[in-house]
């Protein structure tokens, strides 16, 4: 990972930041800054930034549901893509998961979102099922990915 590069726990402070972020790679689906500021919040929900400088170029997060862990979304800004940062974010809730004694980690992703389904595969997530048509503009199915095995 580039080492100018730092992974902090998203306090209130970054949510605008992350918020902006979501709205750059998920237009027309992100969430807002309100959203943001509750997940931060929220004792079960657990989320990581990556801060270059004064910016947020990465964020990634997940809500507990007593022992289940489910990873609500992950994001690098392009410019910082391929360099290690999405795997030590999806590595930083995997421990979280670990420490707060989860079972399992799960999420949807998209089935033509080769990117990231290689990363989840990389981290030992498997497909466990699909949901048909989850996904809007453009209409996809979701596949589902679960990570069982949290000591690896
Ligand atoms: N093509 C193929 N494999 C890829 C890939 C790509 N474009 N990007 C990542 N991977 C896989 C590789 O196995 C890679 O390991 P390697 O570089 O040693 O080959 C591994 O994932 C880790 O990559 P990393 O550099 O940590 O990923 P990243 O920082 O680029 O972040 C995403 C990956 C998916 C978070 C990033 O592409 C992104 O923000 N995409 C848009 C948002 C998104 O789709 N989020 C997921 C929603 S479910």
Known sequence: MDTRITLLPMTEAYAPGAARLDQITFPGEAWSEEAFLREART????YVVAV??????GFAGMQQVLDEGYITNIA????????????????ALIDHCRESGASFLTL?????????????ESMGFLPEG??????RQ??????????RDLSL
């Open 52 to 57: 270059l400088g004064e910016e947020v170029v």
């Open 76 to 91: 690098v800004a392009e410019s910082c893509r391929r360099k290690g940062l999405g795997r030590a974010m999806l590595g």
């Open 130 to 135: 699909r949901r048909k048509n989850f996904y």
């Open 108 to 120: 949807e992703v998209r089935q033509s979102n080769a990117p990231a389904i290689a990363l989840y």
């Open 43 to 46: 004792p079960s929900s657990f």
């Open 138 to 147: 453009p209409t996809e199915d979701a596949i589902l990915m679960t990570k």
